[in-house]
């Protein structure tokens, strides 16, 4: 294959990889939250350096480093490759992510083992609370499957608590007419098949509309967020079963749940100023752990008790147990609404990275419940998939049909990757001048403000990883731009620049760094080009490619999909090289896209050639004369 036609292949597979990633990566999506990349257009890149002589053949004497690693893509991508990898992050929930996914595929009879032992404690003391008693309408060995919650809040104008009015469609489903209605007269729930319907409790005509439920049920006053009332979560129904009888249905819940037992975890405060954590605060939340629901802080109290005194398990099979509860709670909490009939549909709130509660929050029961994503079958099956993964590494198409051998998971390398939590500027596990690659997925100028949204999870970490000297860190060290004015930026691109120095300084003499990253906006890549610049890089290749993270795009009409891959070298170790220009690629996309297998590609939106576009700040500099750092020529 000419590098072109492997290049479109490696395009068409990134396209595959971003569709269902349980699936297609289902070690690194055994917990879902954090801002990942897939995998292709690293595993292409480093196939094209070497290709192209940026990389030694053999990689099994390489070395690389991954300082901003997140969820662990790339370095589990070069590990996998045979490259002695350093992986770090300032972040400690990020690290665990990866700490988890490399034991795990050490490791996975044992986690097996202790996950279902752990499941099966949980339901023996959790298990009642989610009984249902003492109702008339049900049979009485019924449980909740699902619980409905409504927010009682603040009403300035009665000033007291007052749950809103509510009224039609709660949620509607995907396929089918119908869904989830409550009845205007009775206030009983159910599911119903047209929005006109007859209620089966008070035989009511009603026709149902869009929920409502923003105002006062009283005074009909608008809600306001209130910093000082921190909102109320009153559970309203819940769809029942009955295992006795095989039957269910919905139910009103007559008695506001009462709990015996305390919660232990951990009350961590929530920022008053901060990009999200002012949004939650705003609505009166000054802990992070009141984002769950009482009977979940239970639930995950016990999840936390098991793990951390489970004698037979390791530290690192401890972080692994919790980064894999971890992925309940994503799908748990009042920061997701029902989308569907159930929680399969609830978009997490991760994906739109706002911290805003709902007015309506279902919550699913985590036990023996198989289709649902907050379940522990949710829960086993990822680590099933997980483990199939390791045994038979594969790669799989869109629909899951299409497999072909993919690279090992388990091998030396793997072994000897060092996973560290350190901000990037002051990583020293490596000699100086002994990478071969760095590769950065460097942290976005604007848009993912990690060090807040990542509490969320410390809920649910072990304490291994919560010390608090890490997060005073966090807080300090992570190169996020909060905003996007000029100032923002050059606060952002000083911050780049002391990271890139310490890469330069890391690297070997003829080393490489690969840099991913996209954005339309020109500020953002003005002040990267500086950084890179005064760090002493100069481009050598670059090559967009298609990345797009699942549904994360589902809220803008122009998403930016694809990512821009940029090699660079030491300036001293310049030499001419002809990387192509911006209106190259466009038009060769272009071109590819009338080919008849290129067809499911979505066509490159106004916004990702604007981004494509935004290349020539680094290619016009490099046609232009080197500039003084660049003039250190090599052998000087
Ligand atoms: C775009 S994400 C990386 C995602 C990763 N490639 C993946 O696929 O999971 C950027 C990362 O940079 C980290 N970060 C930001 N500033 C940092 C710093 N100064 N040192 C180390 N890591 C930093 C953030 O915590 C975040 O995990
Ligand atoms: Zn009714
Ligand atoms: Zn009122």
Not at 402 to 407: A, D, E, G, R, S
Request: one cysteine or more; glycine letters at 6%; aromatic letters at 10%.
């Amino acid at each position: 294959m000419t590098e072109e036609e492997e290049w479109g292949a490696s395009y068409l597979a990134s396209v595959n990889e971003s569709g269902r990633k349980d699936l297609t990566n289902p070690i690194l999506y055994i917990s879902k939250w954090w801002a990942r990349r897939l995998m292709t257009p690293f595993s292409y890149a480093i196939d094209r350096m070497q290709r192209y002589g940026g990389l030694p053949v053999n990689l099994a004497d390489a070395k690389g480093w991954d300082g901003v690693s997140g969820g662990g893509t790339i370095p589990f991508v070069m590990a996998r490759k045979g490259i002695q990898v350093y992986s770090s992050d300032i972040n400690p929930i990020a690290v665990d992510l990866q700490i988890g996914a490399k034991n795990l595929i050490l490791n996975y009879e044992t986690i097996e083992v202790n996950l279902d032992r752990i499941i099966k404690s949980v339901e023996d003391e959790c298990g009642h609370l989610y009984e249902l008693k003492n109702i008339a309408t049900i049979p009485s060995d019924s449980m909740a499957c699902y619980t409905y919650y409504i927010a009682k809040r603040w009403c300035e104008k009665c000033s007291s608590k007052k749950h809103p009015s509510i009224g039609g469609v709660i949620c509607r489903h995907h396929t089918e007419s119908g869904g989830l209605v409550v009845c205007s007269h009775c206030n009983e729930m159910q599911r119903v098949q047209d929005y006109e319907y007859e209620c089966n409790n008070c035989g009511k005509k009603n026709k149902a509309s869009k929920s409502k439920y923003k105002n006062c049920a009283d005074c009909d006053a608008k809600f306001k967020p209130n910093s000082e009332h921190a909102i109320d979560y009153i559970p309203m129904w819940a769809k029942w079963y009955s295992r006795k009888e095989k039957t269910s249905g919905y139910c009103q819940i007559q008695e506001e749940m009462e709990y015996q037992n305390k919660d232990s975890l951990p009350a961590i405060s929530v920022s008053k100023n901060g990009y999200n954590t002012e949004q939650i605060y705003s609505h009166g939340f000054k802990v992070w752990k009141e984002l769950l629901l009482d009977r979940q802080k239970i639930l995950f109290s016990t999840i936390n008790n098991l793990i951390e005194s489970n004698s037979d398990c390791s530290e690192n099979d401890k972080v692994t147990l919790s980064v894999m509860m971890r992925g309940l709670l994503e799908y748990n909490s009042i920061l997701c609404e029902p989308k569907g009939l159930g929680t399969g549909h609830i978009r997490h709130a991760f994906h739109n990275h706002v911290l805003h509660p709902k007015s309506l929050v279902c919550e699913p029961t985590p036990f023996k419940l198989s289709r649902q994503s907050g379940s522990f079958n949710t829960v086993l099956k990822k680590l099933k998939n997980a483990k199939n993964e390791i045994i038979s590494p594969s790669i799989m198409t869109r629909d899951g049909k299409k497999v072909t051998q993919n690279l090992r998971w388990d091998c030396d390398a793997m072994n000897s990757m060092e996973i560290t939590v350190s901000a990037a500027e002051n990583m020293n596990s490596m000699n100086d001048e002994d990478l071969d690659i760095a590769a950065f997925d460097i942290p976005y100028f604007d848009s993912v403000m990690y060090d807040e949204l990542s509490n969320y999870f410390r809920i649910l970490s072990t304490k291994n990883s919560d010390e608090e000297k890490n997060w005073i860190q966090v807080n300090e060290f992570t190169a996020v731009s909060k905003g996007d004015t000029q100032s923002d930026a050059d606060k952002w691109g000083k911050t780049m620049s002391r990271i890139f120095t310490h890469v330069h300084k890391k690297l070997k003499p003829e080393g490489r760094f690969l840099i991913s990253y996209h954005h339309s906006k020109k500020v953002a890549w003005t002040s990267l080009a500086g950084a890179l610049k005064s760090s002493g890089f100069v481009i050598e290749d670059w090559f967009p490619i298609w990345a797009e993270m699942g549904t994360s795009s589902s809220h803008s009409k122009t998403p930016i999909r694809i990512d821009l891959m940029m090699i660079f070298k030491k300036n001293s170790a310049r030499e001419k090289t002809t990387p192509k220009q911006p209106l190259d690629w466009i038009k060769h996309i272009e071109q590819c896209q009338g080919n008849e297998h290129w067809k499911d590609v979505k066509k490159l939106n106004e916004k990702e050639i604007e981004c494509i576009n935004q290349m020539k700040v680094f290619l016009d500099d490099y046609s232009s004369k080197p500039t003084n750092h660049g003039s250190v020529s090599a052998g000087n």
